[in-house]
C-alpha cells in the first residue's frame, strides 16, 4: 500500500482540505495512474456536502479523471507504463449479473462500485476518487484516451460527456432527425456538440437570453429561449428526441408537448422534486418519458473513439485543487462555462 496526497470532505459542513489516503498496490489486472486532471461534477458538490444523505466521510471526490500509467499489473494487456487513461463513475461492478454481461455496467444489479463514496473491495472501507495524486483501477474499468484531445478538456468527457452521449446513443439520434438540448450547463454544452456531431438538426432550450450567443458557437443550429410562449408553440410536436439536463425543478410538460408521433424525452438532469408529468401528454401522441445515468465501459469508451475522430471536448476553466471550494460556491450560482477541470500538478504545492 502506498500513501497519497488527496482533498478531502470531513463532514457535511467543512471546506475540502488536505488529506492523505492509502491506496493499494496494483494487483495482477491493476494499473496504477498519475493523475494529471481531474473534472469538477455537481455529483462531487453533492455528495461532500450529503445532500444525497449518503455520504461517508472523511469524502475524496472526483470521477473525471484523466492521467498516465505508472505501473501496470503482470497480466495487464490493454495498458503499458506511460499510456494516457481514464477513470470514470465506477471503478467495478459484480461482472456477473445481466447488466454487467451485456455491457452496461452501470445499471448492475448488485450496484456498480462508484469511483468514490463507494465500497472498497480491496481495502474495505470506502473508494477515494480523483481529488487525489494517483489512483489504482482494474483495468477493466480504465479507459484509453485519444492522443489528439486536449487532456484537461478530456476529463469531464468521463462523466459529462458520456452521460449525454449514451442517451443519444440509445435513442439512435442521427441525420434528418430533429432534437432538442434543454439547459446550457456542464452537460447540455456536451449534448449540444454530441447532437451536432451525430448529424441532427439541434435546437437548444434555455431560460437565459445570455446564453443564445454561446449556443450557437457550440452548434445549435436554433437557440430558443423556453420562457417565450411563442417561441416554444412554433416548435409544438416536432421533435424526435429532447435531451433534458436540467436539475433543478420545472415544468417538464412543456417540453413532452414539443414530441411528435413516438417521439422521446430523456431526462439527464436529477431535480430534487418529483415532477409532475400529464398523462396526456404521453398518450396524445404516443411519446416517451425516459431517464438515463452514464454509460457502460465499452459504451464510454465508444464516446471517447468518437471525440478523438470529431476533435471534441468539453469547454472548461482549469483551476488549482486550492480553490476548489470557490469553484463549489461558483457551480451553485451557475458561474462556470462550463466545466471546473482540476489541475491535480497544484496537489504538490
Request: charged content about 20%.
Amino acid at each position: 500500500m502506498s500513501t497519497t496526497k488527496a482533498y478531502a470532505a470531513q463532514t457535511a459542513t467543512s471546506d475540502l482540505a488536505p488529506f492523505s489516503i492509502t491506496r493499494r498496490e496494483p494487483g495482477p489486472h491493476d494499473v496504477h495512474i498519475e493523475i494529471l486532471y481531474c473534472g469538477v461534477c455537481h455529483s462531487d458538490l453533492h455528495q461532500a456536502r450529503n445532500e444525497w444523505h449518503n455520504t461517508i466521510y472523511p469524502c475524496v471526490p472526483g470521477h473525471e479523471i484523466v492521467g498516465r500509467v505508472t505501473k501496470v499489473g503482470a497480466h495487464v494487456t490493454k495498458f503499458k507504463e506511460g499510456d494516457l487513461a481514464g477513470v470514470g463513475c465506477m471503478v467495478d461492478s459484480c461482472r456477473t449479473c445481466s447488466s454487467c454481461e451485456s455491457g452496461t455496467e452501470q445499471y448492475c444489479l448488485q450496484f456498480p462500485t462508484f469511483t468514490y463514496n463507494g465500497q472498497d473491495k480491496h481495502l474495505g472501507g470506502i473508494t477515494y476518487g480523483g481529488y487525489s495524486d494517483s489512483i489504482v483501477v482494474d483495468e477493466a474499468f480504465t479507459l484509453k484516451i485519444p492522443s489528439n484531445l486536449d487532456l484537461a478538456a478530456v476529463a469531464p468527457l468521463l462523466c459529462a460527456g458520456i452521460t449525454t452521449y449514451s442517451p443519444l446513443h440509445h435513442w439512435k439520434v442521427g441525420p434528418g432527425q430533429k432534437v432538442g438540448v434543454v439547459g446550457l450547463g456542464g452537460l447540455g454544452h456536451m449534448g449540444v456538440k454530441f447532437a451536432r456531431a451525430l448529424g441532427a438538426h439541434t435546437v437548444l432550450f434555455t431560460t437565459s437570453p445570455s446564453k443564445v450567443e454561446d449556443g450557437l458557437k457550440l452548434g445549435a443550429d436554433e437557440v430558443v429561449i423556453s420562457k417565450d410562449a411563442a417561441a416554444m408553440s412554433k416548435h409544438a410536436m416536432s421533435f424526435d428526441f429532447i435531451l433534458d439536463a436540467v436539475s433543478a425543478d420545472h415544468d417538464i410538460n412543456a417540453y413532452l408537448q414539443l414530441l411528435k408521433l413516438d417521439g422521446n424525452l430523456t431526462l439527464v438532469g436529477a431535480p430534487e422534486n418529483p415532477l409532475p408529468v400529464a398523462a396526456f401528454n404521453l398518450l396524445l401522441p404516443r411519446r416517451s418519458f425516459s431517464g438515463s445515468a452514464i454509460g457502460g465501459i465499452a459504451e464510454t469508451q465508444e464516446m471517447l473513439d468518437f471525440c478523438g475522430e470529431k476533435g471534441i471536448t468539453s469547454e472548461i476553466e482549469i483551476i488549482s485543487i486550492q480553490q476548489v471550494n470557490e469553484a463549489y460556491d461558483r457551480l451553485l450560482k451557475g458561474d462556470v462555462k462550463y466545466r471546473f477541470v482540476i489541475d491535480m500538478a497544484s496537489l504538490k504545492n
